[in-house]
DNA sequence: GCAAGGACGTA
DNA sequence: GTACGTCCTTGCA
């Protein structure tokens, strides 16, 4: 890049000082709809905004960032207790609007800067010393004095006074000369004069009785503080000389407090704060959220975008977040039309997206472009293009598909469409176990390329850019590299489609029309399938290169739509943030007690033989009890029994609901089945397999966590699947208490109280229903009081239990049907208290017919944090479909919101606990249960910490009308934490 | 060797 | 009646 540096110029605004001046300049203004003052957010946004176009003019920055001042102490505050003690707190009415000016500078496409402990002029000094250093130019818009110091003698560091005075050009420049003019010394004696002479608005004590002149006269004839503080007793006037004499501590702490920082650990470095367009699809959802007609009509045509094509930000707009306006109208015409603003693409963002799309889809993928990387001359060729354009989509080849178990076989990278390249590590040459193959020659050694790409991987500026990233950044863990910053194509697409496009092969043929070299294509299927080490490397690099290729092709194609769909704020919030979370849980595991499923194997397998023996004395014959075929045709063809259903394949039901009700009507074998399919799936499915995921390495079991698969936005869990321990019976419970903690360690479970009923309740608006959560009653029991006009107090357990399975079958989208089914009465009786049901609870009802209307419109309903779930076929033809997709519809938005609350509190967890500095690993999700691992004794600091965040998770996004409780226990193990 | 269906564990 | 993943058998290649 050096090339280039006599024309990279720095631009850092000083966010802080424009914020007072907006504040002090401009007269106030409130938001019209809710009253929010916003004058101030205005006034930056046109201070920002005219700022980068009078640069512009003359001098363009290549890079450039706003600065702000973090509220919380800096290092000056242990120096000197009484630094800026004299400054009056923050109006309030400027309170709200420090966050909205972060906010106003995102929406502008400018980083944010500001850092816990460090003063914004200190970030500044640290990236104008960065800059200065690689030959940039640095201008700083600020009229502060304190950052006079920096000015350079070349004028390579200036400051911009942009205040406007009465008879002076808008934009003046501070360099060398006026920095003389106002301290009397060159830029590099600044501090020593301050700190003589001190600053009565930051409360820097200085030398009392020495202003500016005196002080610069004493350090142009001395040369700098320390020499005039040494040789003070030389000074031929008295009065003078004493104080100098008595104060010399003071000026020293001075100097202290008025130098500036230069090395604050930016987390963002230089390369980060390249000058990106301005887009639409983030300015004006902002400006229209603040309600600002004048600036959105100037920079709409500025920009040539139709604002009408964006919605206000929900997180900012009047009212916050609050339900889409879908979900409480029964508009269809709004809704309607509002979908076809979004997704006609004449203009703004959708056009874009779909330009993009036709221009992409367009570029052949090339498999003699790839390129193999073998000498460490290309690699670094990679690694400079790789800075060059700031971002990389990148892929790891493994020897197998556990994250926590595979090794590194190969790295695949693309920095642009048609162009992509393969680094091979781990290729092995062939031979068996025992004399061990041994790498292929022609492979870089793993640890320089590591070495290599470690700063790329690691670098705040650089996106990487990944199909299921979170598989990649565990794998680097590994290798001890932090990958991050990410964006995920396949998060990317859940965001937008839902699971219907996982995968890349998918993706690639439905976006590109292209078909992928697959996996199995390469090395084969089932026994004689080989891993990616064994296979020959110049074939495994078109493969590879591909993937890489085809992820950056797909990134083009869909994170337009995101802006174009609406759909940023929830990849941004609920998406992108999460992957390095389930990345953390999965990679810390949990100690599974391979004694304890041992004895449970040894005697359900016990228990179960004794059934087995049972059920063939009873059957007459010994089968394969296994069988749901051989078991129907002993009890319904050959035992004779009457009654039996057939499932749609024409087979004979034998589930648990149909044996238990044979058992009841007095057939013993049902009941020994029963017993034995209950043991021996405990067994088979837990006891015997979750030792077999136990991690060699870890001593640990790793599930993995499936971002992207579950239509309503719930997690799932898979190798294993840790969402679905038995709990429900004695038996089962065993096999929890296997789950323990680490040694000198405790578990913690929390789980939601109710939570989906408690989501429904808020967005069905049941006043009933809220009032019964507010006072904390037994929801079942409230509910059956109001349907059967019986007292809580003394309520018969069958009459709770009907009320808990209807609450149940709403959430679910009741039927007269199911829930006949489900508690085993008449279809008549139960439609009746479906009836009932709607009586008591009005909304309810309405709640379902609005879902019922919009699926049918719209093809897709949404949780109270915008996510959309889609139904495809929700006008097919077949009536039974139907109406699954409307009792689907009805249980999505409840499910996918509360999946969304759990999701929130999962992102927001980690910085919480870190800021209450509370030692605790999050290890396991179970839809409405969080589960962590924290030193024994500290469980009474962390029980707090992770309730408060849980309950809060909505806020401020969405204020929920309903409270949300949280349980949460300790102990050593699972069983007994929950 | 693989896919589909049935059964069953969870929220 | 919603949403999942896993184990096992079966039937076909």
């Known amino acids: 890049m050096t090339e280039g540096n006599r024309h990279m110029h720095l631009l850092l605004v000083d966010g802080s000082g424009y914020i007072f001046r907006a504040f002090h300049a401009l007269p106030p203004l409130n938001r019209k709809s809710d009253g929010l003052p916003v004058g101030c957010v205005q006034g930056f946004c046109n201070m920002l905004f005219k700022l980068t176009q009078d640069m512009d003019i003359d001098e363009p920055p290549t890079h450039m960032a706003v600065i702000f001042d973090h509220s919380a102490k800096t290092f000056r505050d242990n120096i000197y207790s009484e630094y800026k003690a004299h400054r009056p707190p923050a109006p309030e009415e400027l309170v709200p609007q420090f966050p909205l000016t972060r906010s106003a500078t995102r929406a502008f496409s400018i980083p944010a800067i500001e850092m816990e402990g460090w003063e914004a002029d200190d970030i500044m000094a640290t990236y104008a010393c960065q800059a200065k250093a690689r030959g940039w130019k640095v201008t700083i818009a600020s009229s502060d004095k304190d950052l006079m110091q920096l000015v350079e003698p070349d004028g390579s560091i200036r400051l911009l006074d942009t205040i406007p005075r009465p008879g002076q050009p808008p934009l003046r420049w501070i360099g060398p000369d006026e920095v003389f003019t106002k301290f009397g010394v060159t830029p590099d004696k600044v501090i020593d004069v301050q700190a003589l002479c001190g600053d009565a608005v930051d409360n820097v004590p200085g030398v009392p009785g020495i202003g500016v002149k005196t002080a610069a006269e004493l350090i142009n004839t001395y040369g700098n503080l320390e020499t005039l503080l040494e040789r003070a007793t030389e ?48 300015l004006f959802p902002f400006l229209k959220a603040m309600e600002f007609a004048t600036i959105t009509k100037r920079l709409a045509g500025l920009l040539e975008a139709n604002p009408d094509d964006f919605e206000a930000d929900p997180d900012l707009r009047a009212g916050g977040a609050d339900a889409p306006a879908s979900l409480k109208s029964t508009s269809l015409s709004v809704a309607k039309a509002k979908l076809a603003a979004q997704t006609v693409p004449g203009s703004g963002p959708a056009k874009f997206a779909a330009e993009e799309h036709a221009r992409i889809k367009a570029i052949p993928v090339d498999y003699d472009a790839y390129e193999i990387v073998n000498t460490p001359e290309r690699l670094a060729a990679w690694v400079q293009k790789i800075w060059d354009v700031g971002r990389v989509s990148i892929d790891t080849e493994t020897t197998g598909l556990d994250p926590q178990q595979a090794d590194l076989v190969g790295i695949c990278l693309s920095t642009q469409i048609g162009e992509g390249c393969y680094v091979p590590v781990g290729h092995v040459l062939p031979g068996d176990l025992l004399a061990g193959g041994g790498l292929v020659e022609g492979q870089l050694p793993i640890r ?20 299921n990233i979170k598989y990649d950044m565990e794998i680097f863990w590994r290798y001890g590299i932090n990958l991050a910053p990410i964006d995920d194509t396949m998060l990317i697409s859940y965001a937008l489609d839902g699971p219907r496009y996982n995968g890349m092969d998918v993706l690639a043929d439905h976006w590109l029309g ?12 089932g026994k004689s399938q080989k891993t990616f080490d064994q296979l020959d490397i110049a074939a495994a690099a078109r493969y590879a290169a591909e993937d890489a290729d085809v992820t950056l092709r797909l990134w083009h194609v869909l994170k337009p739509r995101l802006a174009a769909e609406n759909a940023t704020t929830l990849y941004e919030t609920l998406e992108r943030p999460l992957a390095p979370v389930l990345a953390r849980m999965e990679a810390r595991g949990i100690t599974v007690d391979r004694q304890i499923l041992a004895r449970l194997s040894g005697d359900f397998s016990q228990r179960a033989a004794a059934f087995e023996a049972e059920a063939y004395e009873l059957a007459g014959q010994s089968f394969n009890l296994g ?40 057939v013993p074998l049902a009941r020994t089945i029963v017993d034995w399919r209950q043991l021996t799936k405990l067994k088979g499915t837990y006891t015997d397999a979750l030792p077999t995921y136990m991690n060699p390495r870890t001593g640990r079991v790793h599930t993995s966590y499936s971002q992207a698969s579950v239509l309503t936005g719930r997690l799932s869990s898979n190798d294993p699947n840790l969402q679905n321990i038995p709990v429900r019976t004695a038996d089962g419970r065993k096999i929890r208490t296997a789950f323990v903690a680490a040694p000198g360690k405790v578990l913690i479970s929390a789980d939601y109280s109710q939570i989906e009923l408690r989501v429904l309740a808020h967005i069905a608006d049941i006043q009933a229903l809220k009032d019964a959560f507010e006072e904390g009653l037994d929801i079942h029991a409230m509910t059956a009081s109001e349907m059967f006009n019986v007292p809580v107090e003394g309520m018969p357990s069958e009459v709770r239990r009907r009320a808990k399975a209807i609450n149940f079958g709403i959430i679910y989208g009741i039927s007269a049907f199911g829930l006949a089914n489900q508690l085993g009465i008449a279809r008549g009786e139960a439609g009746d208290y479906i009836k009932t049901y709607f009586e008591r609870f009005p909304g309810i009802r309405d709640y379902m017919d609005e879902q019922k209307v919009k699926v049918k419109a719209d093809g897709y309903v949404t949780t109270i944090f915008g996510r959309k779930i889609q139904f495809p076929n929700a006008n097919s033809g077949n009536p039974s479909e139907r109406s699954f997709v409307e009792r689907a519809s009805i249980n999505a938005p409840i499910q996918g919101s509360a999946a969304d609350i759990i999701r929130r509190a999962m992102i927001r967890m980690e910085p919480e606990l870190k800021k209450a500095k509370i030692d605790a690993d999050m290890l396991l999700q179970v839809h409405d249960e969080l589960i962590f691992e924290v030193p024994e004794g500290t469980e009474d600091q962390a029980i707090p910490v992770i309730k408060r965040v849980m309950e809060n998770a909505a806020e401020p996004a969405v204020r929920l009308t309903v409270p949300i409780q949280v349980d949460a226990h300790a102990a050593k193990n699972w069983d007994e934490a929950h």
């Open 448 to 467: 320089d390329v590591l070495d290599a790409l470690k700063p790329v991987i690691e670098a705040p500026s650089i996106l990487k850019i990944g199909q």
């Open 514 to 525: 292209h078909k992928t070299i697959t996996f199995s294509e390469l090395a084969g299927t």
């Open 627 to 666: 069988s749901p075929k051989q078991l129907g045709e002993i009890l319904f063809d050959k035992m004779g029994i009457e009654g039996g259903t057939k499932t749609k394949t024409g087979a004979w039901s034998t589930g648990a609901d149909v044996l238990e009700d044979l058992a009841l009507k007095g």
């Open 235 to 282: 000074i031929k006037q008295n009065a003078r000389r004493e104080k100098l004499i008595a104060n010399a501590e003071l000026a020293r702490i001075s100097k202290k407090l008025v130098t500036l920082e230069q090395s604050v650990p930016v987390e963002i470095d230089l390369d980060g704060l390249v000058r990106q367009p301005i887009s639409p699809g983030t």
